[in-house]
């Protein structure tokens, strides 16, 4: 039997509502906890980690959602989700084509659908997390969620329109959305 420690995961993220899809192929240890998977999604799709974020699983027990997510001392109610800190993704990804949903921001309320598609044997010589894959760059942060980033798009597209230079300055230069290599992916240390 191979051990936990010596699998890694390898999800499809693909942020929902847009038009093409923006995604990432992640490939990261079996042994993450749902805040180091929280990381390694946020740095692959360019976030900055500044908001709060959950995930929404589906409790194969009972088939209801569970929520797991950062646990807040002002929050001590039923409400609160599970401790992404004490939840190994192993407990809920166990076969290619599970699947769950990521929520990040939750103004702007960034929908990421996560599927795992394969499980593998680590590679040695690899520093893991990775991403293998992606297309698209991500929206900016604090856009107004898929429709403001849908006007920054229709702006930037249009150097006469009125709010170009605006839009030019918000995002320091110009914005292609087209924009994505996944050889410019740098993942944080979780223990940092």
């Not at 076969?95 to 659908?113: E, L, S, T």
Request: charged content about 35%.
């Amino acid at each position: 039997m191979t051990r936990k420690s010596d699998m890694i995961f390898q999800f499809k993220i693909t942020l929902l509502d847009t038009k093409p899809p923006i995604w990432r192929r992640i490939q990261v240890p079996a042994t993450f906890h749902f805040n180091e998977l929280h990381l390694a999604i946020s740095d692959s799709m360019g976030w900055d980690d500044y908001h709060l974020h959950e995930f929404e699983v589906p409790d194969q027990r009972t088939g209801t959602e569970m929520r797991i997510g950062i646990i807040s001392d002002d929050d001590m109610d039923d409400d609160n989700p599970l401790d992404e800190n004490k939840r190994s993704i192993a407990t809920y990804f166990k076969n290619p084509k599970d699947v769950c949903r990521y929520v990040y921001d939750f103004g702007d309320y960034w929908v990421h659908r996560i599927a795992l598609e394969k499980i593998l044997p680590k590679e040695e010589g690899i520093s893991y997390p990775r991403c293998i894959k992606g297309k698209r760059r991500c929206p900016p942060e604090d856009v107004g969620g898929i429709d403001g980033y849908e006007e920054l798009l229709s702006v930037m597209a249009d150097p006469d329109h009125e709010m170009y230079e605006e839009m030019m300055s918000w995002c320091n230069g110009p914005y292609d959305p087209e924009e994505f290599d996944c050889s410019q992916v740098r993942f944080r240390n979780p223990e940092e």
